[in-house]
């Protein structure tokens, strides 16, 4: 299994084949040890756990970059939002203040409490 993954473009990892049916995974990549890990019992199982964790350390840098991207857009959309709701509370405040001084309750209610 080892030369599969060599020549699948994975230079400098290694299979470990501990068949174990309680693993709820059936197979885990380690990428600080550069071990693919396979709980397989049976040979075709592991073959196919295999491939499967191979395509998906193929994959992970095209996942990496989205992420990338969804976090990057996301701050940036809770960035425009925050700036809105700032805006509007300054607005809203602007308006609430002038409101305040313009009337003659509220005016006389202050004149009262001084």
Known sequence: MNELIRSLGLEGWQIVWEPDPSQTKRGQISPEARVILVHDSETNDAIRTVLHEVLELKLRPAFNMQTSLTNAL?????????????????????????????????????????
């Open 74 to 114: 996301l701050e940036w959309a809770n960035t425009e939002v925050y700036k809105a709701k700032e805006r509007a509370i300054e607005d809203l405040l602007d308006l609430i203040v002038d409101l305040v001084k313009r009337s003659d309750e509220v005016t006389s209610i202050i004149g009262e409490a001084r």
